[in-house]
């Protein structure tokens, strides 16, 4: 069975710091990945998307930057975080023609 | 970006009480998805839709695609506790209105559900 992770769970960073969220999956080839961003009491902001290795397609502009150095691996990272960085970022995955996501257990990022 | 209009934003109901939700788009869907998500988790994809018309039961859960393709709700029969939670739906558009093969998914605001023992 297919399996996502995310690390860290939590996250508290301060205001210029960088960030780097990791995001792996298990059980599948070639997923579609997915970097959402969900604000509190908002639904999910799609961020980054990928279809596979080194194909990062961007839906917001922003500080934010995403890389897939391998197949089942999706990074969010920034240089330098900005307090409206803060929420809840969820990564996901999909597989074939049919967009049905599966999401991972999702890192809370704190900028003070 | 877009986002689906989902409503209510939330209810308080009491156990046992039949819970039901919408939402509804001005864009036609190719697929419909509801998911559920627990406080400091991910969402877990409860139903998934593919056709307009289409109902699909998942235990006490009941979804249905509009027969527009523009709409898709949710219903819960028999409430519980552990149904408390905040409902999202998604759609992914048609890819001719997204311009590519690539539909990406459009969520709702969500539905926070509580419910009273």
């Known amino acids: 069975s297919q399996t996502i992770h995310q690390w860290p769970a939590t996250l508290v960073q301060p205001v210029g710091s960088p960030l780097s969220l990791e995001c792996t999956v298990e059980?599948?080839?070639?997923?579609?990945l997915y970097w959402y961003r969900q604000a509190a009491g908002r639904g999910l902001q799609l961020l980054f998307y990928?279809?596979?290795?080194?194909?990062i397609s961007s839906e917001v502009p922003q500080n934010l930057s995403a890389s897939r150095p391998q197949d089942r691996q999706f990074i969010l990272s920034s240089k330098k975080l900005l307090l409206s960085d803060s929420g809840f970022y969820l990564c996901?995955?999909?597989?074939?023609?049919?967009?049905?996501?599966?999401f991972g257990p999702g890192t809370r990022l704190l900028v003070l | 970006g877009q986002q689906l209009n989902q409503s209510p934003q939330s209810m308080f109901i009491q156990e046992g009480e039949d819970v039901s939700m919408n939402c509804t788009s001005s864009s036609i869907f190719n697929t419909w998805l509801w998911y559920k998500q627990d406080p400091g988790e991910g969402p877990v994809l409860l139903i998934a839709l593919y056709k307009a018309g289409e109902l699909t039961s998942n235990g006490r859960l009941t979804a249905q695609f509009g027969i527009t393709r523009k709409d898709s709700f949710l219903n819960i029969s028999a409430s519980i506790p552990s149904d408390v939670g905040i409902y999202f739906c998604?759609?992914?558009?048609?890819?001719?209105?997204?311009?590519?093969?690539?539909?990406?998914?459009?969520f709702g605001k969500g539905t926070k559900l509580s419910v009273k023992p």
């Open positions: 996901a995955w999909s597989q074939g023609p049919i967009e049905t996501q599966y």
């Open positions: 990928s279809v596979g290795i080194g194909q």
């Open positions: 059980g599948t080839s070639n997923p579609n």
């Open positions: 998604a759609g992914q558009e048609s890819p001719m209105n997204y311009g590519g093969s690539q539909g990406n998914l459009i």
